[in-house]
């Protein structure tokens, strides 16, 4: 059938694509001065970086190598951190360090979208207003604010100067909620000012789009409210941009959290990546930018699918 | 019968980059209970302006003088929420092109019954049944299976009667049409022409026709109000201005209307020249550039509409057939 | 089109518009073009400036506040000169932007115009190297390229130079598929008016048609584009700087902004006074990148 094919074709792009990713991030690694073994235990001994070298399939040139991380990362082996004289499981990490980023990208895209939804919808409706003017104005100056600019001001102000929060670390939520939320507050502000900014801006100029056309009209002359037309009529046809870009965000976030993690020293994916990268645990990081990649793809894949098949003005072009 | 909607010296202007636009000027019309009006003109000629300023339904660049009374009421200074409260059950507008007017991400059995349960306050149950009834009102074979579907599975004549559906289903007492066969096929055109009749008959419906065609409204009409750059130029009940033109502006659209034989791909009439910029204040009557009988007379002076006697009002300082 | 889809303009306005009122240009487009013309100002002619070196550290003025009579803008807490520093920072984040973005632009356009204007096989293979540079993060990205091209062990640090070269070649890989995504975008649209059309059938020669129907068009959508790019390039510099991996010793906005971030509480402007001149040319670009792009949409609609 029509979308069983459409799956496929796509299926087949999405993995096509996270696999020549994860490729070229082994040949890069490849291209490293020096032995990766040793990289990876600077200090061991001859019979350990073997050992190793065995282990990861280094030993077996760059085909052989990828070959080996692909296919172990198929039957759920990781690969591992190896730090002096030991080893950790990145599954183990993982485990460890996806709640705090899933969390901290939840937490923003809820208070973006609830902030952004009403924001588009009425600045969209008074297009041209004075609150139209001051919002686009202040959302996109914003919207071009550096997230590390805003989380180290953010900081400085309320948790150094004023001391409402502390400035770093994590709190899982189900040991201690309110510490949690306490704790998330800065970073998920960091992250959401930019979001907030960029998904009333795309649902603005959609709401724009939508309102002129006859149906908003025709449902307005029903005689049913504003508010009525504005949500039932008006939000939805106008949301796929909005939607699309907020699932494609799902998976972009989660490289985009580095640099917040990092600042407020939130043991996340991203802070975990930046570790992997500077202290050269170069498996670990191919896994975990593997992740990623395929986190950003696979919403990418799945946000195009639903968009075309739930929605019917898609299936009306494709009939 | 009883006077329903009396528009009095009604004029609608659009505030515009290029200045103060004319959309419509000086209107005065009335229409009984149950009465049918069609309004005729080129496109821009204000007579959709003029249905939507009725209505209320204008953008915010607009602004409208003069007075709307409507069953005894007047509403024109009447605030939005109360015009609203009219909407739908009170007077309700069909739109000319069904590919748009209906909204695409929603089921049609949502679009119907969101009146019947929003503003006559009908449970789910009752308002699907009703709307069942009007489906089958405006000739929709099996009617429950098209409650469950969007407004791309159908064509422009099933949605032009599916809007026809959303419209009466309050059973207002005045329904707008503009240009509801525009968009349609021929043969469509006349079916749905033919049921809107039907329905107004029925429920004793006063309707405003509004469309560029004189062919559409001369079966379907009591009364007809012909628009020319925002004036009534001619006015008369239907037969009288068929029988007894005097407008040589409504000839020239009689002239033009698309006969059967006519080419598709024509299909606004063609009358030579163009409008007069609405935004400027030109002396002499509008038509004067395009009209084949000018003098100048026309050219300097705007003739004021004129009593013809058997409620034929006409706007023409040399009408055809003479002044009486 | 439909006849009354759209009340205000198809029904009511049907003569042609002759008299547009000016457009006034934006507040921010003023705001904007000030700023950037004074980053380059200071980026050129900032060594002319009676301002103390940049990299000597004054022991006998050590966290000085900014308005200080010696230090205008104040000092670290390392009694580096905070105004020296910025004028430095601006010459290298002026530097190291405006040669990634144009070389990266330059290259991403040649692909991305080519590619979308010969189709085919090669379209397919560009279109998916661009998806698999794209599918990872920037920051990632760049960082990943930082973290090999910029190896060095311990005993020999790499230099400065080298430093920044390879900052700007990681830079620069990462923008090639952002603006070349664009630049194909543009292409697809363009190659397929007529009046490419007509030139073809009239036997031009494909690179005589590329250079001048397909870039002047094409062209201002990247310029646009590409004040944007700058924007995210400095974002991406001072991240990376943040990392620990950028160009180090205070010799840039955002290794200004690493450096003062441990000192925070005692000399919050370390932090307040880069990350504002980041912010500020960041939101600069993008103003004046949108004022390019919404003058292009509204020659594109006139037409």
């Not at chain 3, 990392?243 to 906005?253: D, E, F, Q, R």
Request: glycine content about 8%.
């Amino acid at each position: 059938m029509d979308i069983a094919r459409l799956l496929v074709k796509r299926l087949v792009l999405m993995s096509t694509v996270v696999v020549i990713a994860t490729f070229l991030l082994s040949l890069l690694m490849w291209m490293l001065p020096g032995d990766p073994a040793q990289l990876l235990v600077p200090n061991g001994t001859e019979i350990i970086q073997k050992v190793i070298r065995h282990e990861t399939g280094l030993d077996r040139g760059i085909f052989g190598y990828y070959w080996h991380w692909l296919s172990h990362m198929l039957t759920g082996d990781f690969g591992k951190y190896y730090l002096n004289g030991g080893y950790r499981e990145v599954t183990e990490v993982l485990k460890r360090c996806l709640p705090p980023s899933l969390f901290l990208i939840l937490y923003a895209q809820i208070v973006a979208l609830t902030l952004a939804i009403p924001l588009g919808l009425i600045s969209a409706y008074k297009e041209g207003s004075r609150f139209d003017r001051i919002a686009s104005t202040v959302l996109f100056t914003s919207v071009s604010v550096p997230g590390f600019a805003l989380a180290l001001i953010l900081s400085l102000i309320f948790a150094v100067q004023l001391g409402w929060v502390d400035p770093i670390g994590y709190e899982s939520p189900f040991g201690d909620p309110w510490a949690h939320f306490k704790l998330m507050i800065l970073p998920v502000t960091s992250l959401a000012v930019g979001l907030t900014s960029s998904y009333t801006r795309l649902l603005r100029t959609d709401v724009i789009a939508t309102l002129k056309e006859d149906y908003v009209t025709m449902a307005a002359s029903k005689g049913i409210s504003n508010r009525r037309v504005l949500w039932k009529h008006v939000f939805r046809p106008s949301s796929t941009t909005l939607l699309t870009s907020a699932a494609l965000n799902m998976g972009g976030l989660i490289g985009g959290t580095i640099i917040v993690e990092t600042i407020f020293v939130i043991p996340g994916i991203g802070y975990e990546i930046a570790y992997s990268i500077g202290s050269r645990q170069v498996v670990a990081m191919q896994t975990l930018i593997a992740l990623v990649s395929f986190a950003y793809v696979f919403f990418n894949t799945t946000v195009d699918l639903l968009t075309n098949i739930t929605d019917p003005r898609t299936r009306e072009r494709r009939v | 019968m009883s006077s329903l909607l009396k528009i009095d010296d009604m004029s609608v202007r659009f505030q515009t980059p290029r200045g103060n636009l004319k959309a419509v000027n000086n209107v005065s019309i009335e229409l009984l209970a149950g009465e049918s009006l069609g309004v005729v003109g080129e496109s821009g000629s204000g007579k959709t302006v003029l249905s939507r300023a009725t209505m209320g339904l204008l953008p915010g660049t607009a602004t409208r003088t003069g007075t709307i009374t409507y069953n005894g009421q007047d509403i024109s200074n009447l605030p939005k929420d109360e015009v609203r409260e009219l909407w739908g059950t009170g007077m309700a507008m069909i739109f000319q092109d069904p590919m748009t007017a209906l909204n695409p991400v929603r089921r049609i059995g949502s679009q119907l019954t969101e009146s019947l349960t929003v503003r006559l306050g009908m449970n789910k149950k009752d308002a699907k049944e009703k709307a069942i009834e009007l489906l089958k009102r405006v000739r929709i074979p099996d009617p429950e299976a098209m409650l469950r579907k969007f407004p791309y599975q159908l064509s422009g004549g099933m949605r032009q009667r599916i809007m026809i559906a959303i419209a009466v289903s309050c059973e207002p007492e005045l329904l707008f049409a503009d240009e509801p066969t525009t968009a349609l096929d021929v043969t469509v055109q006349a079916q749905v022409l033919e049921l809107l009749t039907e329905l107004r008959k029925e429920a004793n419906m006063a309707m405003i026709l509004v469309t560029h065609d004189l062919g559409v409204v001369a079966g379907h009409t009591d009364k007809i109000a012909v628009m020319y750059a925002g004036d009534v130029v001619e006015y008369a009940p239907t037969r009288q201005l068929f029988a007894n033109m005097k407008m040589p502006y409504t000839e020239a659209l009689l002239k033009s209307i698309p006969r059967l034989e006519t080419p598709t791909g024509s299909r606004l009439p063609v009358i030579e020249g163009r409008l007069p910029d609405p935004t400027k204040n030109e002396p002499g009557c509008p038509f004067a550039n395009r009209c084949p009988y000018v003098t100048d007379k026309c050219r300097a002076e705007k003739p004021p509409l004129t009593d013809g006697g058997n409620n034929h009002f006409y706007r023409c300082w040399f009408p055809i057939g003479g002044v009486k | 089109m439909s006849e009354t889809s759209q009340l205000s303009t198809t029904d009511v306005i049907d003569t042609p518009v002759k008299v547009r009122r000016k457009r006034k240009r934006p507040l921010g487009f003023y705001f904007a073009a000030t700023w950037i013309a004074l980053i380059i100002f200071l980026a050129v002619f900032g060594w002319i400036l009676p301002a103390p070196s940049w990299d000597t550290s004054f022991y006998d003025s050590l966290g000085v506040h900014p308005f200080h009579h010696s230090h205008i803008l104040g000092t670290t807490l390392d009694g580096y000169d905070m105004f020296a520093g910025l004028v430095n920072g601006a010459r290298l984040s002026v530097f190291v932007s405006l040669v990634s973005v144009t070389i990266g632009g330059a290259i991403g356009t040649f692909i991305g115009v080519t590619s979308a204007y010969f189709r085919g096989k090669i379209d397919m293979i560009v279109t998916m190297a661009f998806n698999v540079m794209l599918s990872i993060p920037n920051l990632v990205l760049s960082l990943a390229l930082l973290s090999v091209l910029a190896y060095s062990d311990e005993n020999h640090p790499a230099t400065m130079s080298r430093r920044v070269g390879v900052l700007m070649l990681s830079l620069t890989i990462v923008i090639i598929p952002i603006l070349g995504r664009i630049a194909r975008g543009a292409t697809l649209q363009w190659s397929s008016r007529e009046f490419v059309l007509a030139s073809k059938s009239m036997g031009t020669k494909n690179f005589t048609i590329i250079r001048k129907h397909i870039l002047p068009n094409v062209a201002p959508a990247i310029l646009a584009i590409g004040f944007l790019a700058i924007g995210s390039v400095i974002i991406v510099e001072g991240s990376l700087a943040i990392l620990g991996i950028g160009v180090p010793g205070g010799a840039s906005w955002g290794s200004m902004l690493a450096n003062g971030r441990g000192n925070i509480a005692y000399s919050p402007w370390e932090v307040y006074l880069p990350a504002g001149a980041i912010a500020l040319t960041v939101i600069s670009c993008n103003w004046f990148g949108d004022y390019v792009r919404t003058s292009l949409d509204k020659r594109e609609s006139k037409i």
